[in-house]
């Protein structure tokens, strides 16, 4: 069968991508970039918020435009919680619910593979990310999450947590480095809760990725701040170990993070960034916040805004509160005026670029490894060729060059010397 996946929202979704395609792939079918060439059409939904549930209806509405012959497979968090007949109504031929999600290509090969349909040779090609330009690969370690933020509707769609066994992580993470992938990503629902069904935990899989494989950087997605121990601040020590770290803080006022139920306050929050910043100077923190929560006060917002300035964070994942079904912040009271949660939200986006500005201006004349990832040729007004490139450095800053020479998929030292447009520029050393 020919194969298109898609994917929306976080990481884990893209990681999950990556492990149907390597199946589908190992089981004779082919990945296509384009739906409408496709027998199968996959797509893994978000529904983290409200606009997320509108992009994932509206992405399905296009695949069964583009290709209305191909049978459409869904799975995430959306379809997980959507009644059968949205999913009939989108023309979802068959729904994989999050706990079988690791049996999708079984379950959808079984049910749309005819016994004579001719199955393509297996052929030990790139992975699924190098198909989407990319040189890192999402690892998925586990799903599920056992606490209850008040805000969130992902642990009621994700179920119990539920992690995958370091020596399979371990094998996944040797494949993709046989296959030239320089970085991959630890994620999950929550991954600092990784190992705790298998007595096991984090800081045991980054030791065994460490010591068992090659790979030269090993990244994290994003990890809550009350999971990670003194001691897990050694790792960092290992230059493979990338100086960078999505902690989700969601408010700067303790009083708010207790209606989100969050299990850490400010001051724990900014112990733990300080000692981050210690151990690794040019350490990068990106972070999550909400704006608007249910009760939010005008005071409890300028509080929450004085405490994020003081924490220079690299980026800021800026959410404007909506309510959704399901979730105990629904039935908070109190709710904040749509309009108000508009301005703080607008407030919060100047202070994040702020914040980002700041950081890149920081690092403009220091020299950093920098992954470059697949370029753009073009020629000069001389009639000479040049790549244009974009590539990442440890702490995760993007960095733009211009090469005479294809830098794709290359660890290389690269020195900063100004910030356009929100991006590093860098010479190759």
């Not at 298109?4 to 990681?15: D, K, V």
């Not at 290709?67 to 729904?95: H, I, R």
């Not at 299990?263 to 972070?287: G, H, M, S, W, Y």
Request: glycine share 6%; net charge negative.
């Amino acid at each position: 069968m020919r194969i298109h996946l898609s994917a929306l929202g976080c990481r884990l979704n893209e990681a999950e991508l990556e492990q149907w395609a390597t199946a589908f792939k190992g089981a004779g079918d082919q990945i296509t970039t384009t739906p409408d060439d496709a027998d199968v059409m996959v797509m893994n939904t978000c529904a983290v918020t409200r606009e997320a549930v509108r992009k994932s209806r509206q992405k399905l509405q296009r695949l069964q435009r583009d290709n209305p012959a191909a049978k459409l497979v869904v799975s995430g968090c959306y379809s997980e919680l959507a009644p059968a007949s949205d999913m009939a109504e989108l023309g979802v031929d068959l729904v994989v619910p999050n706990t079988k999600k690791d049996n999708l290509v079984a379950l959808t090969r079984e049910a749309f593979v005819q016994p004579d349909m001719p199955q393509a040779a297996t052929i030990p090609a790139t992975t699924a990310l190098f198909n989407r330009n990319r040189h890192r690969a999402f690892i998925k370690i586990q799903d599920g999450c056992r606490y209850r933020c008040t805000f969130c509707i992902v642990t009621v769609a994700r179920g119990a947590e539920r992690s995958r066994t370091i020596s399979e992580i371990v094998e996944e993470v040797r494949a993709l480095q046989s296959e030239d992938v320089k970085e991959v990503v630890l994620t999950g629902v929550h991954v600092g809760g990784y190992g705790s069904d298998l007595d096991t935990d984090l800081a045991s899989l980054v030791k065994a990725l460490i010591e068992d494989t090659d790979i030269p950087r090993i990244r994290f997605a994003s990890v809550e701040p009350w999971d990670l121990s003194e001691s897990f601040l050694d790792l960092f020590e290992n230059p493979r170990v990338q100086p960078h770290m999505h902690l989700p803080l969601q408010s700067g006022s303790d009083t708010v993070l207790r209606r989100m139920a969050r299990r850490c306050k400010t001051q724990a929050f900014d112990e733990l960034t300080t000692a981050l910043v210690r151990a690794v100077p040019n350490f990068n923190i990106t972070t999550d916040i909400i704006a608007g929560f249910p009760g939010e006060t005008d005071e409890e917002w300028r509080e929450s805004l004085a405490f994020i300035e003081t924490q220079r964070f690299g980026h800021i994942h800026a959410f404007t509160y909506s309510e959704r079904e399901g979730t105990k912040a629904a039935s908070l009271p109190d709710s904040v005026p749509m309009a108000v949660r508009q301005e703080r939200s607008r407030e919060l986006h100047q202070l994040a670029e702020r914040l980002k500005q700041a950081q890149l201006e920081r690092s403009v004349g220091e020299t950093a490894d920098v992954l470059w990832e697949r370029g753009r040729e073009m020629t000069e007004e001389d009639g000479s060729t040049v790549w244009r490139h974009q590539g990442y450095t440890p702490n995760y800053q993007r960095v733009m060059t211009v090469s005479k020479r294809n830098l794709a998929n290359q660890i290389l030292p690269v020195k900063m010397r100004a910030v356009e447009n929100g991006k590093l520029l860098g010479d190759v050393a």
